[in-house]
């Protein structure tokens, strides 16, 4: 029985990997201030928005922190930065239905 307080959340995966040049609008690069703020290494990251992952939190696939291994969370992005992640995640909706893949199994 799942518990019905539980906080679901849905995660867009971050990853060095740039994204196909065909495919490209399905991922969009994190500013590097960005990345630095929430404490990514100073690689470029990439956000995959066709690949939106959903899960009651914390999930069982989060992995901690290596400067606090108490902790699977980075912070907050800024709100510019969340905007534009928004309004990508929905024009690529547009684009193609996207998908959630459930990660509480």
Not at 27 to 42: N, R
């Amino acid at each position: 029985m799942k518990d019905t307080a539980a906080t679901q959340v849905v995660v867009i995966p971050i990853t060095h990997s740039e994204p196909d040049p065909a495919d490209a609008s399905a991922s969009l690069e994190m500013p590097a201030a960005v990345a630095k703020s929430i404490g990514l290494d100073a690689g470029r990251h990439w956000l995959r928005l066709t690949q939106l992952n959903r899960f009651i939190w914390p999930g069982y696939d989060l992995r901690p922190r290596p400067d606090d291994p108490s902790r699977v969370d980075y912070g907050f992005i800024p709100e510019e930065f969340f905007n534009q992640v928004k309004a990508a995640i929905i024009a690529e909706n547009r684009r193609r239905s996207l998908s959630f893949t459930p990660r509480d199994e």
